[in-house]
Each structure stands twice: as C-alpha cells, then as structure tokens.
C-alpha cells in the first residue's frame, strides 16, 4: 500500500493541501490534470488543479461522487470522493486510481486536520480583527468615523490597498444604489454613488454571502466588467445589514499582481461587516435621534419666530428663512391663492430671480405647486425635470420644454388655515430632492406651524383693518355730522372726508359727488384735478346697485383700476345721493375687502346725508310751521307738564296780555279770567285722558272763543309744545263773519257763472243764427242779385252788339262793369258761405281755403279721414278762416301751412306760419286796439269744447293749435 506523503497532512491551509494532493494525484495516476474540490456549506469550491483537460469538466461529476460516496467515472473524466472532498482526474491510469482509492480514507482525514487548523488560525485572525475595529471604532456614534475606520481595518486586516464602505441611499426587490462613499487607499473621492445590479444583489443582500473576485480566474465574467473601473487584482465584497434591513456593503482589493482571497479573507471580511453594521446601525439611530432632536429644536426656534412677527409680510419672510435654513434649500417661495380660485401668484420669495416671481402665475392642479393646492397635501419631486411633473405656469413649462429650469428636487406644502387654503410653501434645490422620509415629515410639521402663524398674522392683520375702517367710518360721520352752515366750512370737510376714505381703500385718487337739491352737484376730490361734467356724466353711467371693480377701459384717465359705488339713501332708501370713486395706477381689481369697504363707506355717507337732509326738512318744517304759528289769526299757547306757559304767538298776546300782562311763565289754568277757570281745567283733564284732547267754549273781552287743547310729547319750534298740552283758541264771531262772506260771495260766483253761461249760450245762439243768415244772404247773392246781373249784362252785351262806334264802346265798358260787379258778388257770397263747405265736405273746403289765401298755402292731413258733424265741420272752417285771414293781414309771411289730424276722439288744427311772430304784450295791446282775431278764435274753439295753444315770439314765426272734440 502507497503510503501518504507526509507534506498532506502538514499542510496550513486548504489550498495549500489542494495544491500538494493534485501534484501527487498527476503523479501517481499519470493523469493529464487534476482538481481539488472541497465541500462548504453543502457546496463544492475549487480550491486547486495542476495539469490540462479540465476546462471541459463543469463539476457535475465531481458533485454526484460526493453525494453518491463511490468512484464515478464518464469518459476520460473521474471523480474520486474522500471527506468532505473530489479528487477529480483527467486521462487517469486505472492502477493509479486504485492506488488513490485505498488511499481516500487517510485523505479524509488529512483534510479534516487541515481545516480544523484552519478554523483554529482563522477564528482568532477573525477575532483579532474584529476587536481591533471595535478598539478603534471606540464606541463612536459618529457615522463618518464608522464607515472610514471600517474600510480602513478592513484592508489592513487582509493586507490589501483599498477598501470601501458605501450605504444604500435607494433600493428595491432587485437592484440598488449607494449615496455617499466612504473611502480608504483610493485616490480621488467617488461621485454618483455605485449601481448593485440584480445578480449581485441576489447575492449580497437577499443571501447575504461575500463575492470574491480574482482576476485571473474571474477575468472574463460579469463581475469583472462591473469591476473595470476600480480594476483589482483581488476583490472581496460582503453586505452590511442590521435588523434585517439592508445597509450597503464593504468593500476591499487590492491591486498587486498575482494576489488572491481566500475563503478566510471572505469570513474575515464578512465578520468586520456584521460588526460595522451594528456599529453603522447605532450611529444611525443616533444620526436619527440627534436629528429629530435638532429638527424639534429647529422648529420650537421656528415657531418662536413665526410667533415673533403679527404682520403677514413679515411672517411670510420668516417662514421662508426658516425653511430655507432648516432644510438648506436654494429657494424658497410662498405662493397665495388668488380670490378667482384657480391661480396661486408668488407673495414672497427667497433665492428665486425678479423675473422668476414676476412670470410664474401657478394654475391649481397643474405642476407641482398646483398638485399641492388642489390635493391639499406634501408633494416632493426628487428629480422634477425626469418624473415628469410638468409646470404649473406657461413659464416654467416654457423652461422645462428647453432644458433651462433651474432646479431639480422640489418640495411643495400647503398652507392651510381654519378659512381653508391659504397657499403653497414650495421649496427648490438645484441638486436633487436631499431629504429622507424624516424630513419631509419634519417639513410637514413646519409647514403647519407656519400656517398657525400664517393665520394669527392675517387674523391680526384683519382685526387691525377693522379697526382702521371703523376709525374712518367714525371719522366720517363725524366730519359730516358738524355744522356745515358755512359753505367754505361743509367744502373742507367733504375734501377731508374724501381723502380719509381713499387712503383706507388703498388707493391712489378719490372723488366723492354728492347730488343737490337745489342747485348743481357738490363734490370733493383727493390727488385729482376736478372732472370735466362729461367725466361725471360717464362715471355716473357705470354705477350699480353696489360697489362695483372698474377696468382700466371706463377709469378715469391715467388710472389702471378703480371701484365706485354709489350713496342710496333718502326717505325710501332707494334714492341715489350721489356716488364714491377711487383709483390706483395698479391694473389689479379690487378685492373682496377693498369692495366690502367701499360699500360700508357708502353706507355710512349716504346715512349720514340722509339725516342731515331729514334735519334740513326738518328745521325748514319748523320754520315754516313757526311762521304759521306767528301769522295764524288764531290764539296759540303751550304749556309745560305743569300748566305755565311756554309759548304764545302774537294773536294771543294781542287778545290776553291786556288783561293779564306777560303770557310766557305765567300759569294757564288760571288765564284770562275767572269764568273761564271751570271751562279750562275741565278741558285740560279730558286733554291728558283722551286723545282726541279736550273742548271749551269760553268768551274773553267781547270775543267767543273756542278753545282746543290736547296733549303733546317731545319738542317743538322754540319751546312750541315742549312735553305738556297746546291750546288753539279761535275767534268764532269772526269765524262766523267769515263765514257770511264766504256765503255771500259764492252766491254771487254762483250768480256770476250763471250769467256767464247764459251769455255763453246766448254767444252760441248768436254765432249760429249768424252762420244761418250769412248762409241766407249768400243764396240770395248767389240765386237772386248774381243772376239779376248777369241777365243785365246779357241784354248789354246785344245792346253792344246793334251799337257802334262810341256807343258801342260804352256799352262795353257797361258790361265789363256788369262782369265785375258779378264776379264781387260771388266772391262775397263765397265768403260768406262757401258752397263747397256743404257740398264737398271739410277738407275740399281748407283746400279751397288754402287756394284762395294772399299767402302761399298748404294743406295737409294726417289720420284716417272722415266726416264731422255739420257744426265741426263749420267750426273747423270758420278758425281756419280766421287764422289765415290774420296771416295774410299782419305776419308778412312768405308761406303757411295748414296740417289737420283726424283722432280717436277729436280732431286737431295746426295753422303756422314763418312770419315776423309776436309777444304776448303785442298780442294784448293789440286787443285792446280792437284787433280781436286772438280773441275771436279762442272764443270760438272755447264754445266748441275745444283748446287752443299759441306758440310764437319775434322772428320764428305763428303756430295755431286747435283741439276739439269729434
């Protein structure tokens, strides 16, 4: 039996003991190469080879012969177990494996005694090892000191160059990546974190076993690759975990050639990570706890501040100091709702550029800031540009769409309060998003104290505005509450009265214009020239029934937006006092507050102008009632509660004071005399116990007087019924004197207009039979004495005819005499009478009327046409007539008109003229010199039923209108 060679059993290591039993396995055997597997953990590893042929080998045979315990051959490979180890061989003799085979046995048990020594050696290395990083490490807490002290031991301990811890800043099921590296031996600092993929990941985290690389066996896998830029020699990578949660890695290489890990540096560096990781995790949870402990800190110093400052724009630059100092933020801004709900426009801001705050208008809903708003919840974007969050204003998309937004990790909160959202506290770093689930939580909890102070500051803010418009309302009553008797003096407080309200509404101009009674509208004006009454005139076009925003286009000139509001007042409350006008250069509209004001102001201005206008009335009632009372015929007297007189106007002191001296003081009751005493107490009692007062008859000096008295409250003109009784006595006799007369001469108005009718319907009757005789004589005319003549001037004319010479000549003259003479008495019978009247109706008639006037005339007509009665008819004609017979006689007129208009229920005549006109005194000197065409026509249309208007002056000429029934 071949006996084991003595090197086996004295080997150090495994690989060493691998390596000597391959050279005597080729030896031996004769085989063409060897392989040394030993088993750990249940998995075979390679630990040594010598010789060629074993690339086509894929350690699947040497598996079977570890599990299967016997010899295992396939082709020109076998495999030969012994222990927990294969010897597997290429191109072997038979005899020599016989040899090896009896020899398993002791090889079993030469490599058990090797990696008993093994263990014994790496147990106190690894021992050795880790309480030299916990003796340097030194109980720190302090995360940078943990991380490099245990890159550094850990090279140290496997005598390599470099090493590195990295802590997981992300990871998921599969994949992660580091944040910052903490290095040892390296030259420059690593930048960007280190990616783990998948098939490492599998390894280092989800199984937690080390990754040994060496280069010449390991140069072309993927691991290698991955390693290109750090290229080591050797490489060994172990996991950092604590509490079951990963933490990041270890790393150690080195780069001198030729060098390899072992196993035991694989163990010696995965016992320095699960010792770093406990350390790395302490030093964590005290990162953590110093954290929260400074962040409350931080934000019981913030809220200090916050709480420091009840102005909002002040509170609004605290929050952002706050945030920016307490999450190291780049900028900083506080955008606020605006009153259409639907955009938020930046208040305040921190880092950000002018342009920046000027062109962001955020829309609710879109982009960060507007998710914020509409969500009403923390939003961060870690990497704004790459997750695609989008702008909430056409200027940051603009930004976005070319590559130019300046920042990249974007913090949105809102600013929420008890009247609900407030706006968005939006924070921006240029790198990405630098806060952990801690922190956001602790922006959260700052967020909402800011929006306590956020409140406080606009709940102060609001009491103050309060305040200030309750001074200017106050203010307001009082300025127009004064005296204003004196106009310069009600002048200076209408301007004092205007400034004080355009200063609280903010704005930069004011007009007040109050409207007058009696006389133009008062008005009062602040930094403002006076308008023009067109400029009223327009403002006043734009009032409504309240305060109402007004744009650039309808202000003023200059301004950019107003608000205007008018006084409603008066007895009824419906009546407009005037209006309230204020501008500012700003195109911004008036807010809700500024229009609550606005309205509060009118308000107040239009009660007060109201109670001075029921004042006014009021003190011009009493004069006017105090007049009365000093004119009246009657006895006046009041008394006081205690029946001494307080006043009595001149009637009765020209009656009482004779016989009882001064009235005013002296007791009632006991006034005049004492026969009236009786009549005048019982009067004042049934005064005091019935409304309707109290009622005596009573005589004084020869006068039979009938007194009132009746029970009055509050005050009067002059004392006039102070709280106490009023007593009106009136003189009957005189009463009953009056009486008479008024008796008498209603009985002669009674005479008169009878005489009055009857002379009227005398004139009637008159003016009718006068129409019935003139239509008599022009038959007369027309039938008789027409006809008379032309027979004569018939029997001339033969005359004529026999004659000659001179004769002849006479008798023709005779007969154009004759013609003439003919032709007169049918124009007079005409005029008396037209025939065309009754046989044609109204309208032939005017126009034959029309025809025959010296003044060119027309006739025209308007109205369904129709027939009056005859009387109308000869009515309308008859003023007609007259109307144009006066145009030809005196208005020097070139044309007139006659314009007649058929109605529903009448008829109306319109004679006018463009003559020379008159004045009514030329009319009545006129009548009084006997021309009564005027007179005559009014007269006429008078018995008709019927009205006639006159409307004429000097040089624009005549205008007739009749109106008559028919």
């Given at each position: 039996?071949?006996?084991?060679?003595?090197?086996?059993?004295?080997?150090?290591?495994?690989?060493?003991?691998?390596?000597?039993?391959?050279?005597?396995?080729?030896?031996?055997?004769?085989?063409?190469?060897?392989?040394v597997w030993v088993a750990s953990a249940g998995t075979l590893h390679e630990v040594a080879c010598e010789g060629r042929g074993l690339a086509l080998s894929d350690g699947s045979l040497a598996q079977k012969a570890l599990s299967g315990g016997s010899l295992q051959t396939g082709g020109m490979f076998s495999a030969l177990p012994f222990g927990c180890g294969v010897l597997e061989l290429v191109g072997a003799s038979e005899d020599g494996q016989a040899q090896l085979l009896a020899l398993a046995p002791l090889l079993g048990l030469a490599l058990e005694g090797v990696q008993a020594r093994e263990a014994r050696r790496g147990r106190g290395r690894m021992a050795e090892t880790v309480e030299n990083l916990v003796r340097r490490l030194a109980g720190s807490l302090d995360l940078g000191v943990v991380l490099r002290g245990t890159a550094e031991t850990a090279a140290q301990a496997l005598g390599f160059e470099r090493a590195f811890v990295g802590l997981f800043s992300e990871y998921n099921e599969s994949q992660a990546r580091t944040g910052e590296i903490f290095t040892f031996g390296f030259d420059g600092p690593f930048t960007g974190g280190i990616g783990v993929g998948p098939i490492t990941f599998e390894k280092l985290v989800r199984r937690g076993e080390t990754i040994r690389f060496e280069r010449a066996r390991d140069e072309h896998t993927l691991l290698a690759r991955s390693l290109r830029e750090l290229s080591p020699e050797a490489a060994v990578i172990?996991?950092?975990?604590?509490?079951?949660?990963?933490?990041?890695?270890?790393?150690?290489?080195?780069?001198?050639?030729?060098?390899?890990?072992?196993?035991?540096?694989?163990?010696?560096?995965?016992?320095?990570?699960?010792?770093?990781?406990?350390?790395?995790?302490?030093?964590?949870?005290?990162?953590?706890?110093?954290?929260?402990?400074?962040?409350?800190?931080?934000?019981?110093?913030?809220?200090?501040?916050?709480?420091?400052?009840?102005?909002?724009?002040?509170?609004?630059?605290?929050?952002?100091?706050?945030?920016?100092?307490?999450?190291?933020?780049?900028?900083?801004?506080?955008?606020?709702?605006?009153?259409?709900?639907?955009?938020?426009?930046?208040?305040?801001?921190?880092?950000?550029?002018?342009?920046?705050?000027?062109?962001?208008?955020?829309?609710?809903?879109?982009?960060?800031?507007?998710?914020?708003?509409?969500?009403?919840?923390?939003?961060?974007?870690?990497?704004?540009?790459?997750?695609?969050?989008?702008?909430?204003?056409?200027?940051?998309?603009?930004?976005?769409?070319?590559?130019?937004?300046?920042?990249?990790?974007?913090?949105?909160?809102?600013?929420?309060?008890?009247?609900?959202?407030?706006?968005?506290?939006?924070?921006?770093?240029?790198?990405?998003?630098?806060?952990?689930?801690?922190?956001?939580?602790?922006?959260?909890?700052?967020?909402?104290?800011?929006?306590?102070?956020?409140?406080?500051?606009?709940?102060?803010?609001?009491?103050?505005?309060?305040?200030?418009?309750?001074?200017?309302?106050?203010?307001?009553?009082?300025?127009?509450?004064?005296?204003?008797?004196?106009?310069?003096?009600?002048?200076?407080?209408?301007?004092?009265?205007?400034?004080?309200?355009?200063?609280?509404?903010?704005?930069?101009?004011?007009?007040?214009?109050?409207?007058?009674?009696?006389?133009?509208?008062?008005?009062?004006?602040?930094?403002?020239?006076?308008?023009?009454?067109?400029?009223?005139?327009?403002?006043?076009?734009?009032?409504?029934?309240?305060?109402?925003?007004?744009?650039?286009?309808?202000?003023?000139?200059?301004?950019?937006?107003?608000?205007?509001?008018?006084?409603?007042?008066?007895?009824?409350?419906?009546?407009?006092?005037?209006?309230?006008?204020?501008?500012?250069?700003?195109?911004?509209?008036?807010?809700?507050?500024?229009?609550?004001?606005?309205?509060?102001?009118?308000?107040?201005?239009?009660?007060?102008?109201?109670?001075?206008?029921?004042?006014?009335?009021?003190?011009?009632?009493?004069?006017?009632?105090?007049?009365?009372?000093?004119?009246?015929?009657?006895?006046?007297?009041?008394?006081?509660?205690?029946?001494?007189?307080?006043?009595?106007?001149?009637?009765?002191?020209?009656?009482?004071?004779?016989?009882?001296?001064?009235?005013?003081?002296?007791?009632?009751?006991?006034?005049?005399?004492?026969?009236?005493?009786?009549?005048?107490?019982?009067?004042?009692?049934?005064?005091?116990?019935?409304?309707?007062?109290?009622?005596?008859?009573?005589?004084?000096?020869?006068?039979?007087?009938?007194?009132?008295?009746?029970?009055?409250?509050?005050?009067?003109?002059?004392?006039?019924?102070?709280?106490?009784?009023?007593?009106?006595?009136?003189?009957?006799?005189?009463?009953?004197?009056?009486?008479?007369?008024?008796?008498?001469?209603?009985?002669?108005?009674?005479?008169?207009?009878?005489?009055?009718?009857?002379?009227?319907?005398?004139?009637?009757?008159?003016?009718?039979?006068?129409?019935?005789?003139?239509?008599?004589?022009?038959?007369?005319?027309?039938?008789?004495?027409?006809?008379?003549?032309?027979?004569?001037?018939?029997?001339?004319?033969?005359?004529?005819?026999?004659?000659?010479?001179?004769?002849?000549?006479?008798?023709?003259?005779?007969?154009?005499?004759?013609?003439?003479?003919?032709?007169?008495?049918?124009?007079?019978?005409?005029?008396?009478?037209?025939?065309?009247?009754?046989?044609?109706?109204?309208?032939?008639?005017?126009?034959?009327?029309?025809?025959?006037?010296?003044?060119?005339?027309?006739?025209?007509?308007?109205?369904?046409?129709?027939?009056?009665?005859?009387?109308?008819?000869?009515?309308?004609?008859?003023?007609?007539?007259?109307?144009?017979?006066?145009?030809?006689?005196?208005?020097?007129?070139?044309?007139?008109?006659?314009?007649?208009?058929?109605?529903?229920?009448?008829?109306?005549?319109?004679?006018?003229?463009?003559?020379?006109?008159?004045?009514?005194?030329?009319?009545?000197?006129?009548?009084?010199?006997?021309?009564?065409?005027?007179?005559?026509?009014?007269?006429?249309?008078?018995?008709?039923?019927?009205?006639?208007?006159?409307?004429?002056?000097?040089?624009?000429?005549?205008?007739?209108?009749?109106?008559?029934?028919?």
């Amino acid at each position: 039996m071949v006996a084991l060679p003595p090197a086996l059993a004295q080997a150090s290591t495994v690989p060493a003991f691998g390596a000597l039993l391959a050279a005597y396995a080729c030896e031996q055997t004769g085989a063409h190469g060897t392989r040394v597997w030993v088993a750990s953990a249940g998995t075979l590893h390679e630990v040594a080879c010598e010789g060629r042929g074993l690339a086509l080998s894929d350690g699947s045979l040497a598996q079977k012969a570890l599990s299967g315990g016997s010899l295992q051959t396939g082709g020109m490979f076998s495999a030969l177990p012994f222990g927990c180890g294969v010897l597997e061989l290429v191109g072997a003799s038979e005899d020599g494996q016989a040899q090896l085979l009896a020899l398993a046995p002791l090889l079993g048990l030469a490599l058990e005694g090797v990696q008993a020594r093994e263990a014994r050696r790496g147990r106190g290395r690894m021992a050795e090892t880790v309480e030299n990083l916990v003796r340097r490490l030194a109980g720190s807490l302090d995360l940078g000191v943990v991380l490099r002290g245990t890159a550094e031991t850990a090279a140290q301990a496997l005598g390599f160059e470099r090493a590195f811890v990295g802590l997981f800043s992300e990871y998921n099921e599969s994949q992660a990546r580091t944040g910052e590296i903490f290095t040892f031996g390296f030259d420059g600092p690593f930048t960007g974190g280190i990616g783990v993929g998948p098939i490492t990941f599998e390894k280092l985290v989800r199984r937690g076993e080390t990754i040994r690389f060496e280069r010449a066996r390991d140069e072309h896998t993927l691991l290698a690759r991955s390693l290109r830029e750090l290229s080591p020699e050797a490489a060994v990578i172990a996991p950092l975990s604590a509490r079951g949660r990963p933490l990041g890695l270890l790393y150690v290489d080195t780069r001198r050639p030729g060098s390899a890990a072992s196993d035991d540096d694989a163990q010696l560096v995965l016992a320095l990570a699960e010792q770093a990781s406990l350390a790395i995790d302490n030093a964590r949870l005290y990162a953590i706890e110093t954290r929260k402990r400074e962040a409350a800190e931080a934000l019981r110093e913030a809220g200090a501040v916050l709480a420091g400052s009840l102005h909002l724009s002040d509170t609004l630059l605290r929050v952002l100091e706050g945030a920016q100092a307490l999450f190291q933020a780049d900028a900083a801004a506080v955008y606020e709702q605006q009153t259409d709900g639907r955009t938020l426009n930046i208040t305040s801001a921190l880092g950000l550029s002018s342009e920046y705050v000027l062109r962001v208008r955020a829309k609710i809903g879109a982009g960060v800031t507007g998710q914020v708003a509409a969500r009403r919840e923390a939003i961060a974007a870690r990497d704004l540009p790459r997750e695609g969050w989008g702008g909430g204003s056409r200027y940051t998309r603009g930004l976005l769409a070319r590559g130019e937004y300046p920042y990249r990790g974007v913090l949105g909160l809102p600013l929420l309060t008890r009247g609900g959202l407030f706006g968005v506290l939006t924070l921006y770093w240029h790198a990405e998003l630098p806060l952990d689930a801690d922190e956001l939580a602790l922006a959260s909890v700052f967020a909402a104290q800011a929006s306590l102070a956020i409140e406080n500051a606009r709940l102060y803010e609001e009491e103050l505005r309060r305040e200030r418009e309750a001074a200017v309302l106050l203010g307001v009553g009082q300025l127009l509450g004064e005296d204003q008797s004196d106009p310069v003096q009600r002048q200076q407080a209408l301007a004092e009265t205007v400034r004080l309200v355009t200063l609280a509404l903010g704005a930069g101009r004011g007009l007040l214009v109050l409207a007058s009674e009696d006389g133009p509208p008062r008005r009062a004006t602040y930094n403002l020239h006076a308008p023009s009454p067109e400029d009223l005139a327009h403002l006043a076009g734009q009032l409504g029934r309240g305060p109402r925003p007004l744009t650039r286009r309808v202000c003023l000139p200059t301004a950019g937006s107003a608000v205007i509001v008018p006084l409603i007042g008066g007895e009824d409350g419906s009546e407009v006092l005037g209006f309230l006008y204020a501008d500012d250069p700003s195109t911004d509209l008036p807010g809700d507050r500024v229009l609550g004001l606005a309205r509060s102001v009118a308000d107040q201005l239009a009660l007060t102008l109201t109670r001075e206008r029921l004042l006014t009335a009021l003190r011009r009632e009493e004069a006017r009632y105090r007049q009365l009372a000093e004119g009246a015929h009657d006895l006046i007297l009041s008394a006081d509660a205690a029946g001494n007189i307080t006043y009595a106007n001149p009637a009765a002191c020209r009656l009482l004071e004779p016989l009882t001296g001064p009235l005013t003081g002296a007791p009632l009751l006991t006034l005049p005399t004492p026969a009236t005493r009786e009549a005048l107490h019982l009067a004042w009692g049934m005064a005091l116990a019935h409304p309707a007062g109290g009622r005596a008859e009573i005589t004084v000096a020869g006068y039979r007087l009938e007194v009132r008295l009746s029970a009055v409250q509050g005050s009067g003109p002059g004392g006039l019924g102070a709280g106490g009784v009023l007593l009106v006595a009136r003189d009957l006799s005189e009463l009953q004197t009056l009486a008479d007369e008024i008796a008498r001469r209603g009985q002669a108005l009674e005479a008169a207009t009878s005489r009055q009718s009857e002379l009227r319907s005398y004139l009637a009757l008159f003016t009718q039979a006068q129409e019935e005789e003139r239509r008599r004589i022009s038959r007369e005319l027309h039938d008789d004495t027409a006809q008379v003549l032309i027979a004569t001037a018939r029997r001339v004319a033969r005359l004529a005819r026999d004659l000659d010479g001179p004769q002849r000549e006479r008798a023709d003259d005779i007969r154009a005499d004759l013609d003439t003479a003919i032709e007169s008495v049918r124009r007079f019978a005409r005029n008396l009478r037209p025939s065309v009247l009754d046989d044609l109706g109204l309208l032939p008639a005017l126009e034959w009327l029309a025809s025959q006037a010296q003044t060119a005339a027309r006739l025209e007509v308007s109205g369904p046409e129709r027939r009056l009665s005859p009387a109308a008819e000869l009515t309308v004609f008859r003023l007609a007539q007259e109307a144009l017979s006066n145009v030809d006689k005196h208005a020097h007129a070139a044309s007139a008109a006659l314009r007649i208009t058929f109605g529903k229920s009448g008829v109306s005549l319109r004679v006018s003229d463009d003559g020379q006109g008159f004045t009514p005194e030329q009319a009545e000197a006129r009548a009084q010199a006997g021309h009564l065409g005027l007179l005559g026509l009014r007269e006429r249309v008078a018995l008709a039923g019927g009205q006639l208007t006159v409307d004429s002056a000097p040089g624009r000429g005549t205008t007739l209108v009749f109106e008559l029934p028919g």
